[in-house]
């Protein structure tokens, strides 16, 4: 069972990348999948999006909603987080997790990707 991002890396503020997430060795529809992210000093990560199982839908957090956008690939057993218009305050690394819910906390995550480094800086 694993969970491998990619699509990181170094971008100027107003910039755009696209996070992947890939799933193997479990049913990517039996779990609604989370982004994370975690700032330098923090031991918390932080739920910033969330795509459910089943029907799809979407939930972001207040700082990046109308920015990021996430969406999945069933074919490609995939989901992507698309991140537009980002800002130095995005700086952190990225975590994909599966759970049972959206709701589902930080703790409660049954999977859990290796994180990818996001850097907006100029």
């Known amino acids: 069972v694993q969970l491998v991002e990619s699509g990181g890396g170094l971008v100027q503020p107003g910039g755009s990348l696209r996070l992947s997430c890939t799933a193997s060795?479990?049913?990517?529809?039996?779990?609604?999948i989370s982004w994370f992210r975690q700032t330098p000093g923090n031991e918390r990560r932080v739920k910033v999006s969330?795509?459910?199982?089943?029907?799809?839908?979407?939930y972001y957090t207040m700082s990046v909603n109308g920015r990021f956008t996430t969406f999945k690939d069933d074919a490609k057993r995939t989901v992507f987080l698309q991140m537009n218009s980002l800002k130095p305050e995005d700086t952190a690394v990225y975590y994909c997790a599966a759970a049972p819910f959206c709701v589902s906390s930080e703790n409660d995550q049954d999977y859990w990707g290796q994180g990818t480094q996001v850097t907006v800086s100029s």
């Open positions: 969330c795509i459910t199982n089943g029907d799809s839908m979407a």
């Open positions: 060795g479990f049913k990517l529809d039996d779990y609604a």
